[in-house]
């Protein structure tokens, strides 16, 4: 089957520009999943979809990300204006919903911020 | 708030050697747990998983974790140690009531030859 599909894999930008992601879950998964991953720390949650709804966005910051997955399927992150801070891989992941709700992960984009 | 600790932030091991990964995890719930590894350059893939049953699971490559839910922990462990298993490896939870997806800081494991 095929895996989870992010775009870009790279992306530099300078501060206060803004950017997106794009990442197309496994078919037939409800969960998804956004995380940021700066250097040498876990995932950090920020939103998670089931379906089209969403079911955590706690840790997501509102004043500059936002996130929307139309029609339960693909998703995309944006970020506006980005700050020096925001320089990080940002993953991808599905689930099923239900069962273990292990978790397949996209190959992140890694955004620079200069 | 629900939080992962990981006790090794970087474990260098000969080939050969036992492995074990300290994953304690905070949330007194019902929680799924996982390992997750990520070889260089590949992404982040399934290691094994507990959501129920037998407390001692096993997974790829030889890998095992045991769930000891007395001691909120889920250690990984693996009785020798290769080359291949060179890779950073983050554990994570699962709570089931809020549906909420917790990682660790991960633990970056080399292996010498």
């Known amino acids: 089957e095929a895996g989870v599909a992010q775009s870009p894999r790279y992306k530099i930008i300078e501060k206060r520009q803004s950017v997106a992601f794009w990442c197309n879950p496994i078919?037939?998964?409800?969960?998804l999943y956004w995380y940021q991953q700066i250097l040498g720390q876990g995932p950090k949650l920020l939103i998670q979809?089931?379906?089209?709804?969403?079911?955590?966005d706690s840790q997501l910051p509102k004043d500059r990300f936002s996130a929307e997955r139309l029609k339960g399927v693909d998703s995309t992150l944006k970020i506006q204006p980005a700050k020096l801070e925001d320089s990080a891989v940002y993953l991808c992941?599905?689930?099923?919903?239900?069962?273990?709700?292990?978790?397949?992960f996209g190959p992140g984009t890694r955004l620079t911020v200069t | 708030a629900q939080s992962v600790s990981q006790h090794n932030h970087h474990v260098i091991l000969s080939e050969a050697a036992s492995l074990e990964l300290g994953c304690n995890y905070s949330?007194?719930?019902?929680?799924?747990l996982f390992w997750y590894v990520q070889y260089p350059g590949q992404h982040l893939q399934l290691l094994l998983k507990?959501?129920?049953?037998?407390?001692l699971v096993k997974g790829i490559k030889g890998f095992e974790a045991e769930f000891i839910k007395s001691k909120f922990s889920f250690n990984l462990r693996k009785p020798s140690v290769q080359w291949s298993d060179t890779a950073e490896y983050f554990c994570?939870?699962?709570?089931?009531?809020?549906?909420?997806?917790?990682f660790g800081d991960g633990t970056t494991l080399t292996v010498k030859p």
């Open positions: 992941a599905s689930s099923f919903f239900g069962g273990s709700y292990e978790q397949y």
């Open positions: 949330y007194g719930g019902t929680v799924n």
């Open positions: 979809f089931q379906n089209n709804g969403v079911v955590d």
């Open positions: 078919s037939g998964h409800a969960t």
């Open positions: 507990y959501f129920s049953g037998d407390p």
């Open positions: 994570a939870a699962y709570n089931t009531n809020a549906g909420k997806s917790t």
